[in-house]
């Protein structure tokens, strides 16, 4: 059933609107334009577009007379209503927000995909630029956002450089041609004009930033005869000739774009989980605007985060009950319509996803004896099959409920074949399509491969400090672990608290060992790997190979997106790795698996326990510690003492290939 829509805009360019260009009306999934106009130049930017619409997700470009310049504008849908009563501006604003946050959906200037992702494309684009009024979105210019982060001055530099190619170097075949040469992503065609090139460095925004930045000097070179700040000075202070302010004074790292999101009070989250319709769920391990830290702290709740990061659950609370206080690195969303939260103090937390209540109104008293038996709980598993497998970190047991049935738990333990425990204080689990249950240890070098129908474990050894554990298409898992295979031992956790490991484990990690100064690294074991039957019991050398080492730093979760290529959250680096999976993909067959392709930093991003890939191609990531210092005082300086969690979770536009699910 088609819809007759009609939309009213501005075409801008070079902030005028003294433009002449043809602007055609598409919709997603279409590869014919359902709409198309002229822009006179004496209509001064005015146009109207009407046409039978089949998809909710439309999108306009605007090709500009004899320039092959191209802009873009992704609708979101949830602007309807705005759209309708206001109309739209396209300009180059539009154009960079549309490319990055559709990059993984568009093939040239089609933009096509899974329904469900494309919408969450489209609708995260306001929070980088108001469609309606093709200014900067509310969500770039919060606070946490305008002066934490060089996304505002990226997105200004990449605009002024799609201004640059129909002005200042209009007639510069050389710079253009650069230019172009200089957005062609990895594995992909080189552009043919602006709106592909934008779309081009979205998807692969590390490649060549320091090339566009040169052209962007080129185009607008800083005054040399600008006033000095002081007599003698060589710090010019005259602004460049850029149409858009502020700038990159320099080459950034990358060209990502970066928002983070802290409404109502987002606190040291844990884990990240995505439901079908790519809302985030995530439990905090400690209330916003409390003083937290290993010596104190008051627990957080179970958080949920619309597809464009708005807030849904209440807020500093987040969702509460069943006696959860203090998630962990325990929250995972599952087929049944609920999300299950892991805590500090040993509850489990079952709540539904439709409105966060809890399934329960109270744990029944002797079910809750029971389970704070087991101390501090992490990791959650979810298996095809609807089993439920939790990481007992302060027990070395793995808690289990058959077909996720609350009221039929039970606690596993996994033994070898002297009926000894291969757990040491595990920490996360991965269910295999087999129903093969693939654990993490915090203490012990090891990852655990469990078969429940035949008791069966099978033992790999890493690396100390076992973290987030993530299974590809192929059935491979991948591990992150905190520290690298030579580094010392770290103090020993087991049956102790949670809160009283990070303690412990936390100072040896600062300990500057590692290569390059750093320590951590990821490994790989293939679906169909033998464990070695023979260890060195006193080395615990690995047979697997440690990629990432000496390049990665305490990296804790890991993902892996709709490449099978893996994405790695560095706690103490402070930033999101990107690494080739295995098979290669088509972005990285120039590498080999598990080179370290890029890592992400941003004033945004803190100390992260985890990374998630979304049906659009977006990283979230979880700000889980802030200042270290604090977390680790009895009593830190009152000016930061509530600064020991971290702020918030942040995403990645489009720069991972979606998810389908």
Aim: overall charge negative; glycine content about 12%; hydrophobic content about 35%.
């Amino acid at each position: 059933m088609s819809n007759q829509i009609t939309i009213q805009g501005t075409l801008s360019f070079n902030q005028s609107n003294a433009v002449t260009a043809r602007v055609k009306l598409w919709e997603a999934n279409n590869s014919n334009a359902i709409g198309n106009c002229e822009v006179s130049a004496d209509s001064n930017g005015k146009f109207t577009l009407t046409a039978a619409a089949q998809s909710a997700i439309l999108y306009i470009t605007a090709e500009l007379q004899a320039s092959n310049v191209v802009l873009l504008s992704v609708l979101s849908p949830d602007f309807q209503e705005e759209i309708e009563a206001n109309g739209i501006v396209v300009n180059e604003f539009t154009t960079v927000a549309s490319a990055f946050t559709g990059a993984q959906f568009f093939s040239g200037l089609q933009l096509s995909g899974n329904t469900r992702g494309v919408t969450i494309a489209a609708k995260n684009t306001p929070n980088l630029v108001n469609p309606v009024t093709g200014s900067w979105g509310h969500v770039l210019m919060d606070p946490f956002n305008i002066t934490q982060n060089e996304t505002l001055g990226r997105l200004n530099t990449l605009a002024a450089l799609i201004t640059a190619y129909g002005t200042v170097a209009a007639q510069n075949d050389n710079w253009k041609n650069s230019f172009l040469d200089y957005s062609t992503p990895l594995g992909g065609q080189r552009p043919e004009n602006t709106a592909e090139a934008l779309i081009g460095i979205a998807q692969s925004p590390w490649v060549y930033p320091a090339q566009l930045y040169n052209l962007f000097d080129q185009a607008y070179p800083q005054p040399k005869d600008g006033f000095p700040a002081k007599p003698n000075s060589k710090v010019p202070v005259s602004r460049r000739s850029s149409p858009f302010v502020p700038y990159l004074s320099f080459a950034p790292e990358d060209f990502a774009m970066i928002l983070a999101f802290g409404q109502g009070g987002i606190c040291a989250p844990g884990k990240l989980s995505l439901d079908e319709d790519g809302n985030l769920w995530t439990g905090l391990n400690w209330m916003p605007g409390a003083q937290n830290g290993v010596y104190q702290g008051i627990g957080g709740g179970l958080v949920k985060l619309d597809s464009t990061g708005k807030l849904l659950s209440p807020p500093v609370t987040g969702y509460t009950g069943m006696g959860v206080d203090g998630a962990g690195w325990g929250t995972a969303v599952t087929r049944d319509g609920t999300c299950w939260v892991t805590s500090f103090n040993g509850a489990i937390g079952v709540y539904k996803l439709e409105d966060g209540s809890p399934v329960l109104d109270q744990v029944p008293e002797n079910d809750a004896e029971s389970l704070t038996e087991f101390g501090g709980l992490q990791g959650i598993g979810v298996g095809p099959n609807g089993d439920i497998w939790i990481a007992g970190t302060s027990s070395n047991e793995m808690l289990y409920f058959p077909g996720g049935d609350l009221s039929k738990g039970k606690p596993v333990a996994i033994l070898d074949k002297n009926q000894k425990t291969l757990l040491s204080a595990p920490f996360a689990a991965s269910i295999d399509h087999s129903n093969r249950v693939w654990i993490s240890n915090t203490n012990s070098k090891s990852l655990i491969r469990y078969t429940p129908s035949e008791e069966k474990a099978e033992r790999f050894i890493l690396a100390g400090g076992g973290r987030g554990v993530a299974l590809d298409s192929k059935g491979n898992c991948w591990v992150a672990c905190n520290t690298s295979p030579d580094f010392p031992p770290i103090t020993p956790t087991d049956y102790i608290s949670i809160i009283e490991g990070f303690a412990l484990g936390y100072p040896h990690l600062q300990q500057t060992l590692g290569r390059k100064n750093k320590t951590g690294s990821v490994f790989m074991i293939p679906a169909d790997a033998k464990p070695i039957d023979t260890i060195d019991e006193t080395t615990h050398k690995s047979d697997l190979t440690p990629y990432g080492d000496g390049e990665l730093n305490a990296p804790w979760g890991i993902s892996v997106d709709g490449n099978d290529d893996v994405w790695v959250a560095n706690f103490m680096g402070r930033g999101v790795s990107f690494m080739a999976g295995a098979p290669k993909s088509e972005r990285t067959g120039d590498f080999n698996t598990g080179d370290v392709i890029h890592t992400i930093h941003s004033g945004s991003i803190q100390m992260l326990t985890d990374v998630v890939v979304d049906q659009a191609g977006n990283l979230w990531c979880a700000n889980n510690w802030n200042m270290p210092q604090t977390v680790m005082q009895a009593k830190p300086d009152p000016a930061f003492s509530t600064w020991g969690g971290g702020s918030g979770v942040l995403v990645i536009y489009g720069i991972a290939k979606p998810v389908i699910g």
